[in-house]
């Protein structure tokens, strides 16, 4: 056992929250050591979106140009293709700031650009292959955590004057502080697939709904992330009725992908993701805190789970890192005021998002799935619809009806997911004009 490490923040798990407060607590001048159980970020796809307000926060820690030179696609507007016709949800050309898109961009390249960033500061460690398993404590208070080397199996203790749990869903931090997240039912579980992309395929994102069927389609390059909606718990039965009715279901809804679906060789190719919408009452503890999945798990509704933790470690940093700096006892007030300002943000993401599974999901499209579909039209992935393709209004549910009689409107979905309902901003002191990074 190692027990000699001393760090003066700790954060468990290297995701979009713990890296985001490693490098904003690095350059407070605050003694911070991520530990990340993987050796890469080159993971399963968890998500490839980088939000307008996050756009906004590179800016301001200078690492704009960095990002820009990263090859990704731009997300302006959000449509819907229905059996009936293209129709609009959200229109980010009418948010305001500096960004009016959402940038789609492979997570780990987003993960590397910031521990390559955070590596920069003298006061930043990484630890990869570092697995927590346990915390420790002095009387009630968490003193820091215990963690594996998952490469040589080595045994390590680590002290700290404040542990962060960033370690996403499922938080092994949380458990072992016996603090355990409240649950709101969620109709739908997602089965993720890939499907191969031809050069002359549309680029871009786009989604499919036909009746009892939707699906949501990501380009990353030579193949397509298909996301495909389930009933919860719906995952056995299906996969017992075998690889090929799933293949005529797809054929149905994405015909012009019919050709491609051989790919799907066996459910082996397609994984479940159990669909989660929680919170925890307390994101506190004596000497702990919990920020990002691990405090709230969002819904993949809107895809706003990456904005909502980059905005929580923000906000960490800004409270926090001035009593860190000056070496002392971080009291659970403090800690406390990170949860009062970040949690109201959360309800109401998670609001919308519980509003969309039972207005748009539950009964429309999971209470009456069909075996097959018939055959729908192409999806729309680029910005010029035909108007021929847009959907009558009179065919469409309330919500969408309202979205494309006042376009006006779509810019409030547009700015809970590409904003987020608080934006947070880079304090004066993490912040560097792009020059002092360059080279
Ligand atoms: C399939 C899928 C698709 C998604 N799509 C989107 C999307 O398009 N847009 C969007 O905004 N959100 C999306 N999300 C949600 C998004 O990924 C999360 O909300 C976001 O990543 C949360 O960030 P986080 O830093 O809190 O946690 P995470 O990203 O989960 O990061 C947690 C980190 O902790 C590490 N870790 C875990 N346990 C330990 C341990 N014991 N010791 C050390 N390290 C540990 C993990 O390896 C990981 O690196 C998606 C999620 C999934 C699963």
């Known amino acids: 056992m190692v027990n000699n490490e001393r760090t003066t923040c700790l954060v468990v798990g290297g995701g979009p929250a713990g890296l985001v407060l490693g490098l904003l607590m690095a350059r407070g001048g605050v003694d911070v050591t991520v530990l990340e159980k993987h050796e890469d970020f080159l993971r399963d796809f968890r998500g490839d979106t980088v939000h307008a307000s996050t756009l906004t926060l590179l800016d301001e820690l200078g690492l704009g140009e960095r990002f820009a030179a990263i090859p990704q696609r731009a997300m302006t507007r959000m449509r819907v293709q229905l059996d009936a016709g293209t129709a609009e949800l959200a229109d980010m050309r009418r948010l305001p700031g500096a960004h009016q898109h959402v940038a789609m961009v492979p997570q780990w390249d987003f993960l590397d650009l ?25 009387g009630g208070r968490v003193v820091g955590a215990r963690y594996r080397d998952r490469v040589d199996g080595s045994e390590h203790e680590i002290r700290a004057s404040v542990t962060v749990a960033c370690d996403g869903r499922g938080s092994a931090v949380a458990a072992a502080a016996g603090m355990r997240a409240r649950s709101f039912g969620v109709p739908m579980d997602v089965w993720w697939f890939r499907l191969p992309r031809l050069d002359n395929d549309p680029s871009g994102a786009a989604l499919r709904l036909s009746t009892g069927h939707f699906a949501v389609l990501i380009d990353r390059g030579d193949y397509w992330q298909v996301a495909y909606l389930i009933k919860k718990g719906s995952d056995g ?32 190719d397609v994984k479940l993701l159990d669909v989660e919408l929680n919170r925890m009452r307390r994101w506190d503890a004596d000497g702990l805190l919990l920020i990002g999945d691990a405090a709230h798990t969002m819904s993949p ?32 007030a403090l800690l406390h005021r990170v949860q009062r300002r970040r949690y109201w943000p959360t309800v109401v993401v998670q609001s919308v998002q519980k509003l969309a599974h039972r207005a748009l999901i539950a009964g429309p499209v999971l209470e009456n799935a069909p075996a097959t579909v018939p055959a729908g039209p192409m999806p729309t992935f680029d910005d010029t619809v035909d108007p021929k393709t847009v959907a009558p209004t009179s ?22 997911v590409a904003l987020g309902p608080l934006p947070e901003h880079a304090p004066d002191w993490a912040r560097r004009p792009e020059a002092a990074l360059r080279g």
């Not at 930043?124 to 002095?138: I, Q």
């Not at 919500?399 to 409107?409: D, E, K, T």
């Open 395 to 416: 065919a469409l549910p309330l919500p969408l009806r309202l979205l494309q009689r006042f376009p006006v409107l779509q810019g409030v979905p547009a700015r809970l």
């Open 301 to 332: 509704v809107g895809g706003v789970g990456i904005n909502l933790a980059v905005a929580d470690a923000v906000a960490a940093a800004r409270l926090l890192a001035p009593a860190l700096r000056s070496g002392g006892i971080v009291p659970r």
């Open 114 to 138: 910031i521990a390559d960033a955070a590596a920069q500061e003298p006061t930043f460690a990484l630890r990869r292959n570092a697995e927590f398993t346990g915390l420790l404590r002095d």
């Open 237 to 268: 039965p299906l996969r017992a009725a075998g690889i090929e009715a799933f293949r005529r279901r797809i054929a149905g809804l994405l015909p012009w992908m019919s050709e491609r679906l051989a790919a799907l060789e066996s459910f082996d």
